[in-house]
């Protein structure tokens, strides 16, 4: 039997393990729970081992667009998403994005799968760019948080230096302030690999078109690709039109072999376009609706007419590219 003592002990414990409960209880009902996966209105595919299914054109939401004026810069938006983009890709260095995006967002973000890149190096930047980058968007969590553009080596340590960006992802993800953590690169596959074995990335964002092809050249394609795909990692292609030095670039070279190009790469999941204007939003949209894989004999052929000129004039695009602030 317990003593006076004992008995006024074990019930104020009891009374702070309830009130101790409780508080986590608050803090647990608090913190933010992600709404449920949209759905598509164009063709679209399993996003690697997320559970999504995203649009096979996701709306790049960066260079010229960014650019524009507010209101036409919305309606192509938001026509985009009304004819079944369910995907939007945007940077806390893409200049005016996230504002405007942070525009219409409220009424689309149970509709929409939303991307955003941090750019800073500096682990005491990379955190208040990230709080920033909520607030301009005006939601509570992205879909994926990224690390924008992996260079090489020297990139890669200045990354994982202690309480650096990829401690800070994977701290984003743990306070539920992301569902994914990922990676874009354009340049280096050798350290974009390598910075998927030590930290596990559920999404990665890479240059495929009809120029990036061979195991010297960028090398995604050949290398990248199938350790993502057998790991289950969502990958978004960017760059299908080559920064504009491959679309028109030869006859063939049109919205939809470049766009059906990247798509039929095995591991791909979905095409990141930039979309300036209503036309170029409309032909992308008219493209992706329409996909077909195209065949093995068919891509080896588009390949080969890059070689040469095309191919030469994108890689050295390449390499002087920063697509980060």
Same mark, same amino acid.
């Given at each position: 039997?317990?003593?006076?003592?004992?008995?006024?002990?074990?019930?104020?414990?009891?009374?702070?393990?309830?009130?101790?409960? *409780?508080?986590?209880?608050?803090?647990?009902?608090?913190?933010?729970?992600?709404?449920?996966?949209?759905?598509?209105?164009?063709?679209?595919?399993?996003?690697? *081992? %997320?559970?999504?299914?995203? *649009?096979?054109?996701?709306?790049?939401?960066?260079?010229?667009?960014?650019?524009?004026? /507010?209101?036409?810069?919305?309606?192509?938006? %938001?026509?985009?998403?009304?004819?079944?983009?369910?995907?939007?890709?945007?940077? !806390?260095? !893409?200049?005016? *994005? =996230?504002?405007?995006?942070?525009?219409?967002?409220? /009424?689309?973000? &149970?509709?929409?799968?939303?991307?955003?890149?941090?750019?800073?190096?500096?682990?005491?930047?990379?955190?208040?760019?990230?709080? %920033?980058?909520?607030?301009?968007?005006?939601?509570? #969590?992205?879909?994926?948080?990224?690390?924008?553009?992996?260079?090489?080596?020297?990139?890669?340590?200045?990354?994982?230096?202690?309480?650096?960006?990829? =401690?800070?992802? +994977?701290?984003?993800?743990? /306070?539920?302030?992301?569902?994914?953590?990922? @990676?874009?690169?354009?340049?280096?596959?050798?350290?974009?690999?390598?910075?998927?074995?030590?930290?596990?990335? &559920?999404?990665?964002?890479?240059?495929?078109?009809?120029?990036?092809?061979? #195991?010297?050249?960028?090398?995604?394609?050949?290398?990248?690709?199938?350790?993502?795909?057998?790991?289950?990692?969502?990958?978004?292609?960017?760059?299908?039109?080559?920064?504009?030095?491959? @679309?028109?670039?030869?006859? =063939?070279?049109? #919205?939809?072999?470049?766009?059906? !190009?990247?798509?039929?790469?095995?591991?791909?999941?979905?095409?990141?376009?930039?979309?300036?204007?209503?036309? +170029?939003?409309?032909?992308?949209?008219?493209?992706?609706?329409?996909?077909?894989?195209?065949?093995?004999?068919?891509?080896?052929?588009?390949?080969?007419?890059? =070689?040469?000129?095309?191919?030469?004039?994108?890689?050295?695009?390449?390499?002087? +590219?920063?697509?980060?602030?």
């Amino acid at each position: 039997m317990l003593n006076r003592r004992q008995f006024v002990a074990a019930g104020a414990a009891a009374i702070g393990a309830a009130f101790t409960n *409780s508080q986590l209880e608050a803090q647990d009902a608090g913190r933010q729970k992600f709404l449920p996966f949209p759905a598509s209105g164009l063709p679209s595919r399993k996003f690697g *081992s %997320t559970g999504a299914d995203v *649009s096979l054109l996701t709306f790049g939401a960066g260079g010229a667009w960014a650019s524009m004026q /507010q209101d036409t810069a919305l309606k192509v938006l %938001t026509m985009a998403l009304e004819r079944g983009v369910n995907c939007i890709d945007t940077a !806390y260095g !893409y200049g005016r *994005s =996230e504002e405007l995006i942070g525009n219409i967002l409220p /009424q689309w973000r &149970d509709k929409v799968i939303l991307h955003t890149k941090v750019s800073a190096r500096d682990p005491k930047q990379w955190w208040s760019h990230f709080e %920033t980058s909520l607030k301009r968007l005006n939601t509570d #969590y992205v879909d994926t948080l990224m690390v924008h553009h992996l260079g090489g080596p020297e990139d890669l340590a200045k990354l994982e230096v202690k309480d650096g960006p990829f =401690e800070m992802l +994977h701290k984003a993800k743990e /306070q539920k302030l992301c569902r994914w953590i990922g @990676i874009s690169c354009h340049t280096d596959w050798k350290t974009l690999l390598e910075a998927h074995r030590r930290h596990k990335f &559920d999404h990665a964002m890479i240059s495929l078109n009809v120029a990036t092809g061979g #195991y010297t050249d960028l090398g995604f394609e050949e290398n990248a690709l199938p350790v993502f795909a057998g790991q289950g990692v969502a990958v978004t292609a960017m760059k299908a039109m080559g920064a504009g030095k491959i @679309i028109n670039a030869h006859p =063939e070279f049109d #919205y939809k072999t470049c766009l059906g !190009y990247s798509l039929s790469l095995p591991g791909v999941h979905s095409v990141t376009v930039t979309m300036p204007n209503l036309q +170029h939003m409309t032909a992308d949209v008219e493209a992706v609706a329409s996909f077909k894989p195209l065949g093995r004999d068919k891509m080896k052929e588009l390949k080969a007419k890059a =070689e040469g000129e095309v191919k030469e004039a994108f890689n050295n695009f390449m390499c002087t +590219h920063v697509d980060r602030a």
